[in-house]
């Protein structure tokens, strides 16, 4: 026992040592790092000439470039913007919505249904950096942040994001009902295309002969692309793709009613998808809007393995579909 003891007594004083050694060590390279960032701050605000009194109370240093004339965004509100994240010390993009940036960003390659467009999201679920920067931001106004780590990501990488603040979204529902109406009236479409919840529209007419329609269970080949509209002024330019096989040697094909999925791909199938192809015929290509609520609803859709949105919360969908075959579980 009294060795027991002994080794017991020897074990916790060499377990004690380490650890204050161990403590000592990632105290010094802490401190390390952060003089490093400091550092790295310091360079990039001399070069660039930024004045030491544009930091904030929160820490973050705020260079406005375009002075913006309308809301600024508060709880609850959403916000539509435009933005790129560069890493201070080279350069690199951190990430970033610009189609002209994605060459650039390393990461773009693993994000592959990345949406490049204006984003829409709910202000303050960002980074502490940028929620405090879009508080001293008006709608229509541009501003650079110079972002330190402890109000990012806390790895000693201080960040640089250059944002413009398109849009402050008080009421998401009246917002995006105010969208889905224009791009109605803009598209030609009108009540009497209301089937269900959706909007539907033939754009070629089947064989009048042939007369299949899809039913439960039958299997079925479709081909789509999938697109959402961001903030609707009257031209396809205002809407994104956001999922296709149009350009796939197979299509889509799927048992009905299962959405049980044999070969192609899809993201997702809403509800309103459903309601359109429950209408359609063999050879039928059409057009179905769908409202938020038959789409994605009031959480979008989100990538599961990286994380990014995909289709915005609140979001006015817009499918164009071509039905290429049905085949019935009992062979007619």
Request: proline share 4%; glycine share 10%.
């Amino acid at each position: 026992m009294t060795i027991t003891g002994k080794h017991f007594g020897i074990s916790v004083y060499w377990t004690i040592a380490f650890f204050l050694l161990l403590a000592g060590c990632v105290r010094n390279d802490w401190e390390e790092k952060d003089e490093r960032e400091a550092e790295i701050i310091k360079s990039y605000l001399d070069e660039h000439g930024i004045a030491e009194d544009s930091k904030t109370e929160g820490g973050i240093y705020f260079i406005e470039e375009v002075a913006g004339t309308g809301l600024s965004p508060g709880k609850n509100d959403y916000i539509v913007i435009n933005y790129a994240g560069r890493y201070l010390e080279n350069g690199a993009i951190h990430e970033t919505n610009h189609d002209s940036l994605k060459d650039e960003w390393t990461n773009s390659a693993y994000y592959a249904h990345f949406v490049y467009a204006p984003l829409k999201f709910k202000y303050g679920y960002s980074i502490a950096g940028i929620n405090e920067g879009l508080s001293m931001m008006k709608e229509g106004g541009k501003a650079k942040l110079i972002i330190p780590s402890d109000m990012a990501f806390y790895d000693f990488n201080p960040l640089e994001y250059e944002i413009e603040l398109i849009k402050v979204i008080k009421d998401p529902v009246a917002y995006e009902d105010s969208i889905l109406i224009t791009y109605l009236s803009e598209t030609g479409f009108d009540s009497t295309m209301l089937t269900g919840n959706i909007f539907f529209r033939e754009t070629v007419t089947p064989d009048p002969e042939d007369q299949r329609t899809i039913q439960q269970n039958d299997t079925i080949l479709i081909r789509f692309t999938a697109r959402y509209v961001v903030g609707y002024t009257g031209t396809l330019n205002d809407t994104i793709v956001f999922d296709t096989n149009a350009d796939d040697t197979r299509p889509l094909k799927f048992v009905f009613g299962k959405n049980e999925v044999i070969t192609g791909t899809i993201l997702s199938i809403p509800g309103g998808l459903i309601t359109a192809l429950d209408t359609m015929r063999l050879g039928t290509h059409a057009t179905a809007v769908l409202p938020y609520a038959e789409a994605f609803g009031v959480n979008g859709l989100y990538s599961g393995t990286y994380g990014y949105t995909i289709v915005p919360d609140y979001q006015t969908v817009i499918y164009q579909l071509i039905v290429e075959d049905i085949r019935s579980p009992l062979g007619k």
